[in-house]
């Protein structure tokens, strides 16, 4: 058993409440340097490693030149691993020079360098997997039903994998960063673990009753806080500048309701404090005064970097190639930001829609980022109290009732009956307060302006954060929305061409509405909990009929279709989705006598 944590030095309690406490937290406005993000990150990146990502940056330049835009995806360059005979200084020197050949380069990349994905490993099959687990969705009794749920089950195997010991022997040759435990990837182009797709793919595993799995994944992610002080968007070199939607306490929550071990919550506690501080410092901090002088401390997200995405270098460029210098770096810095958001790309982060050059995602107070954190934050006060750690639980508890207040006086719009993104200026006049004002709410509709409905599913022994009276009035805002179409919720009403705007769903933002209902104290909030699930399950059953494979995203206009749009094709796997799925059915069942197909 691992040791217990050690009680809070007064000193830590202190700041602590002095961060609760002291509303002159600055906003940044401009990106840390590299070397800033670095240091951050846990002490600088190696010489070795940095040089390796600058090749790989050369790489994918000199292939699109080489292979064309079509289907052209950057991010496999910066994925591959050296070849077992090869070094970067041979791989840079013998980088065409000229416009090279399509046999030129694939000729040059087969020498230099080893597949992308080769230095993960299948695993074998995962210990606490088996093929029909005892207790598996006893109430999915319509056959058709149950046989397919069993085969998405069975995608835990395909997914799961081990990083490749030569990845920690030398992590020089590679931009997969080592983790010690197995990992369950996204699938397709998704190669690495991800942050908050993990957790969706958690509640999957604990229903596939894969405990010590789903307990891999979050020490995995344990691991990436000891190391860097946050967890990383992906477990790439690549990603050690931002971070994903804050879901870690939330899997070791679930992890202990489903095994009772506090063994592994001891374990962990620390790394939860860390990740807090993290997102609690003055990058992502913002202090707002309401209209009765009531100061207020939300978050917002904010990559610490102003350059190309290396994983889509090609693609920034393009788009920042007919800005000046300083613009550049500026963009740059929202399109990492917006990465950090998970919904990357959305019009969401955009001053115009049609332009993702006005992207301006660090001026704006997420409704769903402080959801996470108010949870993340509930969730510290119960494990503090759970390890007997009662002086840190009450400064969560208090810190939890502060965001809840910041919430509803910031972000909630009681016209619209929702909860809405805050816009701060962005004049560049840099505040220590910034002034409430009614007209920096987005009254733009989005499916992350019904999330805070999620609260309602956490933590049975506090009070609800929505009550029953007022759930409802937010259910009908989002049934007189437009969200809601024939397969599901949409992500927003405007269609753009961009991945997380209308017609596409996403996995992730129906489960935290539909649970959000579920839990509301209100029968008709259930019901059409139950109504979304099952547009939900209907769609990826046929989609999967269709094409043999689960998707990231589906166009909730359409049952059985899968989403498009974005700045990459369309990938299957797929681990969230999956996630879902099998959180879905346990939850509802699927009666013998009820259809499962369109």
């Known amino acids: ?120 490993v299948a695993a074998a099959d995962p210990p606490d997997f088996e093929r029909d687990p005892p207790g598996f969705l006893p109430r999915v009794e319509r056959a058709g039903a149950r046989a397919w749920a069993l085969e998405v089950h069975a995608l835990w195997k395909d997914l799961t994998r081990r990083v490749a010991p030569a990845v920690a022997a030398r992590p ?26 993990s957790y969706w793919v958690v509640r999957g595993l604990l229903v596939s009753k894969m405990y010590e799995t789903a307990k891999d994944i979050v020490l995995n992610l344990v691991y990436l806080v000891e190391k860097y002080g946050f967890v990383l968007n992906g477990a790439r070199s690549y990603y050690t500048n931002r971070s994903q939607p804050p879901l870690l306490s939330s899997m070791v929550l679930d992890i202990y309701m489903a095994t009772g071990d506090m063994a592994f919550v001891r374990r962990v506690f620390p790394s939860l404090l860390k990740e807090h501080s993290f997102w609690m410092s003055e ?10 002088g009531r100061v207020h401390n939300l978050s917002r997200y904010q990559a610490m970097w102003n350059k190309p995405r290396p994983e889509s270098a090609t693609i920034d460029e393009e788009f920042a190639s007919k800005l000046s210098t300083a613009a550049k770096e500026k963009f740059y810095h929202q399109v990492a930001s917006t990465a950090e958001t998970g919904w990357d790309f959305s019009s969401r982060w955009m001053r115009d829609s049609t332009d993702m050059t006005t992207l301006t995602t660090s001026y704006i107070i997420p409704v769903d980022l402080n959801t996470f954190i108010l949870k993340m934050e509930q969730d510290i006060a119960f494990f503090a109290k759970l390890i007997g750690e009662s002086t840190t639980s009450e400064i969560f508890s208090e810190a939890s009732k502060a965001r809840h207040n910041a919430i509803e006086s910031v972000l909630w ?41 999620w609260l309602n599913a956490q933590h049975s022994g506090l009070e609800r954060f929505v009550d029953e009276a007022k759930s409802v009035r937010v259910m009908r805002s989002l049934q007189k929305s437009g969200l809601l179409q024939p397969a599901g919720i949409a992500t927003s009403l405007s269609n753009t061409g961009q991945q997380w705007d209308f ?13 959000g209902l579920l839990r509301s104290g209100s029968g008709e ?31 909730v206009v359409t049952c059985g279709k899968s989403g498009g749009g974005g700045e990459y094709k369309p990938q ?22 009820k259809e499962i197909d369109c």
């Open 1 to 120: 058993m691992p040791p217990r944590p050690p009680r809070p030095h007064k000193l830590l309690v202190f700041l602590v409440l002095f961060l609760f406490s002291v509303p002159l937290l600055r906003p940044i406005h401009m990106a840390p340097t590299a070397a800033a993000a670095a240091a951050v990150a846990g002490g600088g990146v190696e010489a070795e490693a940095e040089a390796l990502l600058g090749l790989l940056q050369r790489v994918q330049s000199e292939a699109l030149r080489a292979f064309g835009p079509n289907d052209f995806d950057p991010k496999l360059y910066v994925d591959l691993p050296l070849a077992a005979d090869a070094s970067a200084a041979a791989a840079l020197a013998s980088l065409p020079r000229a416009v090279p050949s399509r046999g030129e380069m694939e000729a040059y990349i087969s020498r230099y360098f080893a597949p992308a994905g080769s230095d993960l």
């Open 172 to 197: 020089d040759r590679h931009t997969l960063l080592p983790l010690p435990g197995r990992v369950v990837v996204p699938g397709s182009r998704f190669r690495e673990v991800y942050y908050w797709d």
């Open 283 to 292: 990058v992502h901090n913002v202090a707002i005064m309401d209209n009765h």
């Open 413 to 453: 719009n009681a016209d619209m009956e929702q909860w809405l993104d805050y816009w701060l200026p962005t004049d560049g006049n840099c505040q220590a307060v910034y002034q409430w004002k009614s007209n920096s709410q987005n009254r733009a509709i989005f499916a992350s302006n019904f999330v805070p409905l």
């Open 503 to 515: 017609p596409n769903g996403w996995a992730p933002l129906q489960h935290l509405i539909v649970e």
């Open 525 to 555: 909030a259930r019901e059409l909990a139950e109504d979304i699930a099952t547009r939900w399950v209907r769609t990826n059953y046929d989609a999967y009929k269709a094409t043999g494979a689960m998707h990231e995203k589906y166009d």
């Open 572 to 593: 299957t796997g797929f681990g969230w989705s999956n996630g879902v799925i099998l959180s879905f059915l346990e939850e509802f069942g699927w009666p013998q006598d």
